[in-house]
């Protein structure tokens, strides 16, 4: 779906150009908001442009799904209405009742719900590894296993997975390789150029950048699986509203200098973290002793804005960094230009406490805005209690 024109060109002129083609009427550069439902037929059958019914397909979508599929190397890019909407509209695509995926042992909480209390009452089993140990990976297939799920970076632990290294596994396994490719943006990281089947994002995060807009995508190389997909986004009825689209296609133009200011700047904070006398451990793939380092540096353009730490005195210590933080704000969600912080265990993966998945109690999280770094850092030493 994506230009052929774009094609080509450099990452920053395609988030700019792929999609947004002048209105052919007035002939304005930005795509117009295509605020309506259902669109005059010339005769029976006869469509404009394919146009039908906006749950179907609208002009607005239509342009931020072919900037989609530029931006991530893919032939089909899909628009929902929130990133989980993206996920199980996936699941749904790729498995029926009695299938298996194999999840990772870090994730977003939501995801381990949507597995763990939403597709195991529909059937599908699930289990988990260490994705970034692909025998460990490989030993987790079972026979009715039609898909491997990664999070590289992972929410919240910032963990490294070689995605060349899995895509291997799943191409010798006869499976489809799914890679959430939210928290590196497709500026750092390009899945499908690494043997992925399917890249996901939640557009909420980096895509839209200013915290202003709920949004999923699928992006898909495989023209047939992208046919599925469409079907089932048009079925499940999930779909991202124009207003929502035009948002994040705005926000999209901005991808690549934003996220430059972001990977400054967390670098700039995960350094502080890791000399502060009260933090225990700093996860941030851009320090050289992080263990995915090398994979990080192989497969990344950069390593992104989040960085998570540990803190001495426990759950109670964090939740007090968390509070005292002025700058940061305490709010759920990442990947705006404003710095937020978090307490994982009690906030966004509240959900996986318990299982596998469950994260330290004393774990912090930062998302990592662009504002300046030393106010950043000022923040943090006084919110550690400096």
Not at 215 to 241: I, K, P, S
Not at 244 to 250: E, M
Request: proline share 5%; with cysteine; net charge negative.
């Amino acid at each position: 779906m994506s230009d052929q024109h774009t094609t080509h060109q450099n990452f920053e002129t395609r988030a700019i150009h792929a999609g947004n083609t002048a209105d052919p009427l007035t002939g304005a550069v930005v795509p117009p908001i295509y605020q309506v439902s259902t669109y005059k037929q010339d005769g029976v059958g006869g469509l404009r442009g394919g146009y039908e019914y906006s749950r179907s397909a609208n002009p607005t979508r239509t342009a931020l799904e072919e900037n989609l599929a530029a931006l991530e190397g893919g032939r089909r890019g899909l628009a929902f209405a929130s990133g989980l909407a993206a996920e199980d509209c996936l699941l749904r695509a790729l498995l029926v009742p009695g299938d298996h995926v194999v999840i990772p042992n870090d994730a977003y909480g939501g995801t381990f719900r949507l597995f763990a209390k939403v597709a195991s009452r529909w059937g599908v089993e699930w289990s988990v590894a260490d994705t970034s140990d692909p025998a460990a990976v490989k030993a987790a297939i079972t026979d009715r296993t039609k898909a491997i799920w990664v999070e590289t970076p992972s929410n919240p632990l910032l963990g490294i997975t070689d995605i060349a290294a899995l895509a291997d596994v799943a191409r010798t396994s006869g499976v489809k390789l799914v890679v959430d490719n939210t928290f590196a943006s497709p500026y750092l990281q390009q899945p499908l150029a690494l043997g992925a089947d399917v890249v996901v994002h939640s557009l909420t995060k980096y895509m839209g950048g200013h915290s202003d807009v709920v949004g999923g995508a699928l992006v898909t190389a495989d023209a047939e699986l992208g046919e599925e997909l469409a079907y089932h986004q048009n079925a499940m009825g999930a779909v991202a509203g124009p207003f929502d689209s035009w948002i994040v296609l705005r926000g999209i133009k901005t991808l690549a200098v934003r996220m430059d200011r972001h990977g400054e700047n967390a670098a700039k904070v995960a350094e502080m973290l890791s000399r502060h006398p009260k933090v225990t451990h700093v996860l941030y793939p851009g320090l050289p002793e992080h263990p995915g380092h090398e994979v990080a540096a192989k497969q990344m353009r950069g390593y992104g804005g989040m960085v998570s730490f540990r803190v001495e005195g426990g759950e109670q210590a964090a939740v007090e960094v968390c509070n005292r933080a002025k700058l940061f704000t305490l709010g759920e969600s990442l990947g705006g230009v404003e710095s937020l912080i978090e307490h994982p265990g009690l906030m966004t993966h509240a959900s996986v406490a318990g299982s596998l998945l469950e994260v330290p109690a004393d774990l912090v999280r930062l998302s990592v805005g662009i504002e300046n770094a030393d106010d950043l850092l000022a923040d943090l030493r006084q919110a550690l209690g400096d």
